[in-house]
Every structure is written in C-alpha cells, then in structure tokens.
C-alpha cells in the first residue's frame, strides 16, 4: 500500500519535523531531567539549557523564550519590532477580540459571504449589544462565474460606499481557497472613503500565499500555527502594528486580558508573562502549541520562499482538476488571481453524493482530503504532486 498522501492541510497540517523534533525533546526533557511542568525562565527571555542537555535534546534549542518567538515571527513575515504579536489558547479567542475592536472603532463593518462561519456567528451574535452594524456582501458566486479581480475590487469599493460601510473583516484566504486582493481593496477604498478599522482572518494564508504585514494594509490580522505553519498543536496568533491603530490594539488586548473578560488560559499566561504580572494569573496552562510553534518556525523558514510559485501550482492544478473532472466533478472556474493550494470539488445536481463517496474512497486508499458541506476540499503541498501522487490519485478517484 503506497504511503499516506496528506492532501488535507487546511484543516490541519502534518507536523513539521522541527516542531516533532522541539515537542518530543521537550518531553524527553522534562521527564528525565525532572524539569517541573514549566520551570520559571523557560517561558521568559532567559531560557538556560546547559550545553550538555542541548547536545541531548537539540530538538529544544529552536526554543529561547517568548520575545525570541515573536522575533523569529516577525522575521517570518518579514517585519519590523513595531508589529505586534499575540498569541492564544485558540483562534477564536482573538476574533473576539477583533469583534470588540471592531465594534468600537466602526459603524457599518463589510462581511463577505466568504467568512468562516463561526466567526461571522460570533459577530452576528455580538452585533445586537453594540451600535454597529453589519453589512453583508456576496461575492462568491460572482467569484464562481468567473469575475475578474478588479471587477471584483470595483464592484466592493462601490458597494462600501453606497451602504457607507467603515470597515472590514475579510479572510485573504477562504477555507474554501478563494484568495481575495484585500490590499489592493483597502488601498482602493483609502482613496475616497474612511476606513476605521480592518480585521484580516488569514487562519489558510499563513505560509501558504504572501501576507505583505508590512504594508499597513490592514489593523489585527488573526491567524493560527497549526495549519499551513504545520505546527500541529493548535495555537492562535496575531498581528498588528498599523501606526493609526497600533496603542488602540494593545490598550484594548490588555484590558480584556485583565479584566477577564477573555477567557484564554494562553492568552493570559503570556500577557502575565510579559507585564510581570504573576498575581493575576492562577491557572496551570499547556504552553507546548507555543514550542511547536518555534520548531515549525525552523522549517517554514526554509520553505518560505516556495510556498506559492503560481507556475507550479497551476500546473497542478490543471492535472488534478482533469483527474476530477474525468470522474463527473465540477471544478471551479474562478479566474487564476483567486487561485490557492486549496481546490474544491462538487458534485454536479443529480449525482449529490458522488463527491463525498470519492472522499471515503480516497480516504480508504491513504489519501487524506476533507468534505466541506457538499464540497470535496484538497490542499496541494508547497512542493506540488509528484508524477507517482498524481497516478495514485488518479486510479483512486477512477476505481
Ligand atoms: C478561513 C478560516 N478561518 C478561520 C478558521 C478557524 O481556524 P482554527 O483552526 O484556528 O479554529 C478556519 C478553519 O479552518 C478557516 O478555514
């Protein structure tokens, strides 16, 4: 039987050797060496392994404190110490963040119909104790019929303007792997409107399309580790640092954290960490998805620069769309500038079930994919298919 081919990174991405190699030292480490669960420095900027515990458990030496995981990440990014980095416990924790963010700062916030759904519920939910408003906007089925991108820009700066909206939330990349040209959105709309505040949900973007947090483009952008980062352990973060919004963010980020009105055992412990502040915490904590985190780093920096050639994947795509195809799936047919390394396939009306039969198949066969409602979802790695993958695939979708 051929190997596992993981073809489901967007719902959770195989771990990163590094990040295998920090946990399972970290594990190692603390079990022989009797290390309690976290010593006092460890979480600190001051982490001193004795050189011959490094050569023991070298899987741990990606790991030198929080400050030095926030700087490997703005390296990763490739930015600056005026961004800011936040981590959690869970996404979902900073979304709520961002909603309150969101609700103070804006009267009338753009929502595509593209938003991952827990997140539209919780503004939807959210909405009626604020005085904001929600405005929202379809553009995935335009995006289906083939519109192209700056159709789609002028089509939304218009909309903006005529509902007078004064903010966004916008994913850069869909969980159905439509990658939207927010930047050149927020840019476009700066030109004549006023814009409060922007949240960016780029959970399917991280490591796997550019993210361009240099540009000021937007004002909280969340994210996670545990996808295309491929650090395994679920962990949260975030960005900011917009000069316009950056002490608004961290005044808000601190007084939620200390008046508890989060609930984020992570979220907590790193904020008690960094304000010295280990009165206000009393709760034990896993801080592991954080040392996955830094080992995930290490290999995310090598690959960087692979994660989206567009030759390469549209290569793919077009061989994977045919294998598809072939079997009586609908492939979508949305212009190449919205293209990811995530594909959807659907069923055409009167075969309903065929696409989640050819997921249990491929699931079956070793070949990792995941069903979406009626949408059969497939993450390409950043290497593309080899030739051999492709005809495992293939013969899987056509037994
Ligand atoms: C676009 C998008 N945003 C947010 C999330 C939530 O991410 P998490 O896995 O951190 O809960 C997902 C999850 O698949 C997603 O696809």
Redesign the pocket.
């Known amino acids: 039987m051929p190997d596992l081919l993981y073809l489901d990174t ?3 991405g195989q771990i990163a050797p590094s990040a295998h190699r920090a946990l399972t030292d970290y594990l190692r480490l603390n079990a022989d060496q009797r290390f309690p669960l976290y010593f006092d420095a460890f979480f600190e900027d001051r982490v001193e392994i004795p050189e011959s515990a490094l050569a023991e458990y070298n899987g741990i030496s990606c790991w030198q404190g929080l400050g030095p995981l926030k700087d490997k990440i703005r390296r990763f990014f490739s930015v600056g110490d005026n961004i800011d980095v936040w981590f959690s416990g ?3 924790s900073l979304m709520r963040l961002a909603a309150e963010m969101m609700f103070r700062r804006c009267r009338n916030i753009m929502v595509p119909d593209l938003t ?1 759904p ?2 539209k519920e919780l503004l939807v939910r959210a909405i009626p104790n604020s005085s904001c408003r929600i405005t929202r906007i379809k553009i995935s089925d335009r995006i289906g019929n083939g519109i192209a991108p700056d159709e789609l820009v002028d089509l939304l700066v218009q909309a903006y303007a005529e509902r007078k909206c004064d903010g966004l939330f916008f ?1 850069l ?3 159905l792997g439509i990658r939207l040209p927010i930047r050149r959105l927020v840019e476009r709309i700066r030109q004549h409107d006023q814009l409060r505040f922007v949240v960016l ?1 780029i ?2 973007a991280v490591n796997h399309v550019p993210i361009e947090a240099d540009k000021n483009y937007f004002d909280f952008a969340i994210g ?1 580790t ?2 295309w980062f491929r650090s395994f352990l ?1 962990l ?1 973060f975030a960005l900011s640092g917009n000069p316009r919004t950056c002490d608004f963010v961290s005044a808000t980020v601190s007084r939620w954290v200390e008046k508890r009105l989060i609930d984020d055992p992570l979220l907590r412990l790193v904020h008690s960490l960094e304000h010295l502040d280990e009165t206000k915490f009393g709760e034990t904590v896993d801080a592991t998805p954080l040392i996955a985190c830094a080992g995930a780093l290490s290999d995310a920096n090598q690959v960087s620069n692979r994660v989206f050639e567009k030759k390469i994947l549209q290569n793919v795509r077009e061989q994977v769309d045919e294998i598809f195809g072939r079997c009586g799936l609908s492939i979508n047919n949305s212009h190449p500038d919205f293209h990811s390394r995530i594909l959807t396939y659907t069923s055409t009306a009167t075969r309903s079930q065929k696409a989640v039969r050819i997921h249990h198949r491929l699931e079956q066969l070793g070949i990792a994919t995941s069903m979406i409602g009626k949408c059969l979802r497939i993450s390409i790695p950043p290497f593309g298919l080899s030739q051999l993958q492709l005809n495992h695939l293939a013969s899987a979708v056509s037994d």
């Open positions: 967007a719902r959770v869970r996404s979902i991952w827990s997140y994913p990349v869909s969980n949900d959970a399917q996670g545990h996808k679920p949260g």
